[in-house]
């Protein structure tokens, strides 16, 4: 069976500045996908950004990238440039390749909180 | 645009009343999920569906059945509503492939059993 952990519960990070958050995954299928989602104060979830895992290059999409070390079964989540605007909960999830119809397995969330 | 809109936002609900929780999607998705959230947690998948008329069981499904009459409809149904069950519901759809985000989330329903 599929696990996702995300072991930081809330992160604190001054505008402007770098934040990474941690996610370790386990999985017994040699294919899968992984993905980090936003979920904003209104409760709306937000896709960020997604690594397949036979993709040796890390993902990157605008201020958003990740740091896949496939050995360590670890996908981080890199934001760089920090805004207000990105305090929010983020959920690190997967998925694997020959298990599509059970969708998605999360992490319990990492809450960030940007300050001016 | 593509989406997924469920109905209600919110509702306050009865100990031991039905409940229904309607969701629909215009992605033209064949996969369906209900998710769990409760507060300060991660999503959980109570039950889903990859065929109009049929359902499967998530992780979770004591408690709660689930209907999909059509392609584009899925409910969640608490036949006998308990206060355990306070949490925000959200569906989803999605479909196999390539591309990105292949799964889109409802704005989710805020659920209250007293």
């Known amino acids: 069976a599929q696990k996702v952990t995300q072991t930081q519960t809330s992160i604190s990070v001054m505008e402007k500045t770098t934040v990474t958050m941690d996610c370790v995954y386990e999985?017994?299928?040699?294919?899968?996908?992984l993905f980090w989602y936003k979920q904003t104060a209104s409760g709306e979830i937000v896709f960020l950004i997604r690594?397949?895992?036979?993709?040796?290059e890390n993902a990157t999409v605008g201020h958003y990238s990740l740091n896949f070390q496939k050995p360590k079964s670890s996908i981080g989540l890199i934001i760089t440039a920090t805004q207000i605007e990105d305090s929010a909960v983020y959920f690190c999830?997967?998925?694997?390749?020959?298990?599509?119809?059970?969708?998605?397995?999360f992490g319990l969330g990492t809450r960030v909180s940007v300050f001016p | 645009e593509a989406a997924v809109t469920q109905s209600p936002r919110s509702k306050v609900a009865v100990t031991g009343g039905k409940v229904t929780l309607s969701c629909h999607q215009t992605?033209?998705?064949?996969?369906m999920y209900w998710y769990r959230q409760d507060t300060g947690h991660g999503l959980r998948l109570i039950h889903y569906?990859?065929?109009?008329?049929?359902?499967e069981k998530g992780d979770i499904p004591d408690g709660y059945k689930a209907s999909r009459p059509s392609q584009e409809n899925f409910s969640l149904i608490l036949e006998l509503a308990s206060l355990s069950q306070t949490a925000v519901y959200f569906c989803?759809?999605?479909?196999?492939?390539?591309?990105?985000?292949?799964?889109?989330f409802g704005s989710g329903t805020r659920l209250l059993v007293i």
């Open positions: 992605n033209n998705h064949d996969y």
């Open positions: 999985t017994q299928d040699s294919s899968y996908f």
């Open positions: 999830a997967m998925r694997e390749r020959n298990n599509y119809a059970q969708g998605l397995t």
């Open positions: 989803a759809s999605s479909d196999p492939g390539p591309g990105d985000s292949d799964y889109t």
């Open positions: 569906s990859y065929v109009a008329d049929s359902t």
């Open positions: 690594q397949d895992s036979y993709k040796k």
